[in-house]
């Protein structure tokens, strides 16, 4: 591979049998792509088409069909020979010479009496040899081709003999029937908790994690302290288990904010404060505390937090990589550090003075450094990280907590987001997100006031919006029903609505179709937004409609009669206002 070409190394990991799909079979559209290799979703297609189009090696015809601009297969496919469509390892050739002059070998020399038994295991072990490294370039991580859609299509059919056997047999014993159903209906959640614990049982998930990362969040999203003070600099993400995460202490009621915010906002005095108190005992005692030998020590320091406090009022708050690049002698405070408990939470492990003036100021966001995680909380990403192989690799969006946005996503939300927010009239009340997932937009929604309800009924999916909720300390609610089938869905009347990537689901059978007419009818909504399906998306089902028409139904069947387009999501689907 040339390390050069950028669009060689962007193409990677499982969009690499995409464009080997394209390649082969160019010119083809979504639809064909993820049809022939089995991907989960029209969007899971829709990101790795699109990840290939901004690497400069597809481009789009006049039809919105995929081809190929750039051949890059002779890198990307370094040690495999091209017949016609088909891959082949380059070794397979040496394989199959190598065996048959092996044959020839034995077959011919007789003499001495043992030379053929010598030339045969020498043979042998070169066939061993050749044969484990084609094997091992056959499966090298990143590649595959058609045959494994085949051993799919083998599994599930398996799968479904076996369901239809278990049907048969069982019926004459209904506790068994039932617990063996369950078994087999939850097989695939099954085996991956069972990847999920042994991942976490070797203790590989700190390979997963960017230990010198510098995530930027809210000062206010750090409610409490740790219960054990970790510098970063010792530490620097061990993983570490123990009752350390217990939220006890919230830092507000600690003597250092208090101090801060008494001397700082109100004019004190420090030596009336408990922390210089508390701080000048322990000096007094013998100890040297931030380099504090006697009182006149511990005063010049908390002058310094005073200077501090005007630099960072009169000036942009700044990480100690930007100090340290614009002082020739930086300040000695290190950035401030925090912990991450089992459930997520945020806790102050170290830099207490810089976050308690970021407090008071009101500073919107600043750097932290990550000191320690508890092994529950590491527990629970390595599992994200798990599920993410059984989605392709991808989540389907972006997660918010500061630790988990370097999982990779098909959808990043932010643009969604940031047109909805300027186009919706509401700026508080109530706001339904329909099929939300991992609860992105709730979770941005929240912040700027709003009550929110999410709405997910698919039960992997679910299992962990409910963590990344506990995670973030949320308050909004999730709703496990459908849509259609929540009866409740018609006794609140709700501000906004999102129906992001959904309706078009509900286009599939004329029962699903019915019930989406009657929800949009008895709908109570002030706005609602909405993207239109792809028309591939539509193609198979009940009714099949274009952009322009899905608008129309909508606007004719609910209580909305107005529509305006807002924008285009990056994945080509146009996003509607209805109001």
């Known amino acids: ?52 189009v901004q690497a400069g090696v597809l481009g789009r015809t006049e039809d919105g069909r995929y081809n190929v601009v750039k051949d890059i297969s002779a890198d990307l496919l370094e040690g495999y020979v091209k017949f016609g469509r088909r891959f082949t390892p380059q070794l397979i ?55 494994q859609a085949g051993w799919q299509h083998w599994w599930l059919e398996t799968r479904r003999r076996a369901v239809d ?23 695939k959640w099954i085996m991956f908790r069972c990847k999920w614990w042994l991942a976490d049982f070797f203790n590989r998930n700190i390979r997963t994690v960017d230990l010198d990362k510098t995530p930027w969040l809210s000062p206010e999203e750090i409610v409490y302290s740790s219960l054990r003070e970790f510098d970063f600099r010792r530490y620097r993400g061990a993983v570490i288990g123990g009752d350390w995460d217990q939220v006890e202490r919230k830092f507000e009621d600690s003597d250092v904010y208090v101090a801060f915010k008494q001397v700082l906002v109100e004019g004190g005095d420090w030596t009336e404060t408990a922390f210089y108190r508390h ?27 005073e200077r501090l406090y005007e630099s960072m009022r009169n000036t942009e708050y700044k990480s100690q990589l930007e100090l340290l690049l614009s002082r020739p002698r930086p300040s000695d405070l290190v950035e401030v550090a925090v912990s991450i408990g089992r459930y997520g939470d945020l806790l102050l492990s170290n830099g207490a003075p810089r976050l308690a003036i970021a407090k008071l100021l009101g500073v919107k966001r600043i750097p932290v450094k990550i000191a320690v995680r508890h092994r529950g909380w590491m527990t629970l990403r390595v599992g994200l990280l798990q599920y993410a192989k059984t989605l392709g690799g991808v989540l389907y969006q972006r997660l918010t907590h500061p630790d988990l946005m370097d999982i990779p996503a098909a959808h990043e939300c932010e643009d969604r987001y940031s047109m909805i927010r300027r186009s919706m009239s509401a700026r508080g ?66 501000d906004v609505v999102l129906a992001l990537n ?63 387009l807002i924008g285009e999501a990056p994945d080509g689907r146009q996003l509607y206002r209805l109001y």
């Open 1 to 52: 591979m040339k390390m050069g070409d950028r669009s060689v190394l962007s193409v990677r990991g499982d969009t690499v049998p995409v464009y080997l799909f394209v390649l082969r079979n160019s010119p083809c559209d979504l639809k064909d792509v993820q049809g022939a290799l089995k991907l989960s979703s029209a969007s899971m297609a829709s990101y790795h088409l699109s990840r290939l």
């Open 93 to 147: 050739v040496t394989v199959a010479f190598t065996g048959i002059l092996a044959y020839y070998a034995y077959l011919v020399l007789t003499t001495p009496p043992d030379l053929d038994d010598i030339v045969a295991a020498v043979y042998s072990s070169s066939i061993i040899l050749l044969w484990y490294e084609t094997v091992r370039l056959r499966m090298r991580k990143g590649w595959r081709n058609g045959s």
């Open 165 to 187: 056997f278990v049907d048969v047999r069982l019926l004459r014993y209904p506790h068994a029937h039932s617990v063996v159903r369950w078994i087999f209906g939850n097989s």
């Open 279 to 305: 701080a000048l005992d322990r000096i007094s005692s013998g100890e040297t505390l931030w380099g504090c030998a006697d009182e006149n020590d511990l005063m010049q320091r908390c002058k310094g937090f």
């Open 429 to 494: 009340g109530c706001l339904l997100d329909i099929g939300s997932n991992f609860g992105y937009f709730c979770h941005r929604f929240e912040d700027d006031g709003f009550e929110c309800y999410a709405v997910e009924n698919f039960k992997e999916t679910f299992y962990w919006l409910k963590k990344l909720r506990r995670a973030e300390n949320r308050r909004f609610k999730i709703v496990t029903d459908s849509i259609l089938e929540w009866r409740q869905v018609n006794e609140t009347h709700f």
């Open 502 to 564: 959904v309706f078009y689901r509900f286009l599939r059978t004329k029962e699903l179709y019915e019930k989406l007419i009657a929800l949009l009818k008895n709908l109570q909504m002030g706005e609602l937004f909405f993207e239109t399906p792809n028309i591939e998306e539509t193609e198979e089902g009940y009714r099949r409609y274009s952009p322009s028409d899905f608008v129309a139904l909508i606007t004719q069947v609910s209580r909305l009669k107005r529509a305006e």
